[in-house]
């Protein structure tokens, strides 16, 4: 076990509604990403905070947005929940932003309807 | 661009080997491997680092092509503990100031292995 929680597990929403998924990162970590995982694909990456501040991005809209608070744990939010958005969504912390080996919690199982 | 990983998937009997291959079409500084079992998180097996570096905890060795921007995974005399699918995550050279681009997964491969 890695050290890594999320929370919910599981979560089911509707279409339009927002949601907030949480991750406390393992002890010593001060970097954690955000990834979103469909069925049947590999992990896509969402967001990064090191610090508490985003340290970068990937190809997802601005309705995708995130926390870190000083604590290291983050939160990812999502506005206007849309079908697509149905997914496993991945948290994983390191201990530095670098070039480092990411631990990945077991996920918060989101369905929209 | 997500790295290609082969095969899709293997069935192996207990005690053979398995190869698993990842290959990028972007100059690469690191792969990641993963294996993932059913409803459970990613765990990690092997990072392999530009200029040679490895590190693993596993009884899993791994090697990296940084010319070919190519990974393999290799799985000896496989247990029944090793079933689960398999991704590659890559992180491709960063620019000067660049933020984080975090990890590209691989599709993954599914390795079943049966007694």
């Known amino acids: 076990e890695t050290g890594v929680t999320q929370s919910p597990t599981h979560l089911i929403k509707t279409r339009g509604q927002q949601v907030t998924l949480r991750c406390s990162s393992q002890s010593g970590h001060n970097t954690v990403s955000w990834y979103q995982q469909a069925l049947g694909q590999g992990p896509q990456f969402i967001f990064q905070y090191y610090r508490e501040e985003e340290n970068g991005r990937g190809n997802f809209p601005p309705r995708f947005s995130g926390l870190q608070f000083p604590n290291y744990s983050s939160e990812l939010n999502v506005n206007a929940l849309e079908l697509d958005d149905s997914a496993l969504y991945l948290c994983?912390?390191?201990?530095?932003?670098?070039?480092?080996?990411?631990?990945f919690g077991a996920g918060t199982r989101l369905s929209v309807l | 661009q997500q790295p290609v990983q082969s095969p899709q998937a293997v069935i192996l009997r207990e005690g053979e080997d398995a190869v698993i291959n990842c290959s990028s079409s972007?100059?690469?500084?690191?792969v990641h491997w993963y294996r993932q079992k059913h409803g459970e998180a990613p765990v990690f097996l092997m990072i392999l680092l530009k200029g040679g570096e490895q590190k693993g905890h596993e009884k899993i060795s791994a090697s990296f092509n940084e010319k070919k921007q190519q990974s393999s995974l290799y799985l000896t005399a496989s247990q029944l503990s090793y079933s689960g699918t398999y991704f590659c995550?890559?992180?491709?050279?960063?620019?000067?100031?660049?933020?984080?681009?975090?990890?590209?997964f691989g599709k993954g491969t599914h390795l079943i292995i049966q007694p």
């Open positions: 972007k100059a690469l500084y690191s």
């Open positions: 995550g890559t992180e491709s050279l960063r620019g000067l100031g660049g933020g984080a681009d975090g990890l590209t």
């Open positions: 994983a912390s390191s201990w530095d932003r670098g070039i480092n080996i990411q631990y």
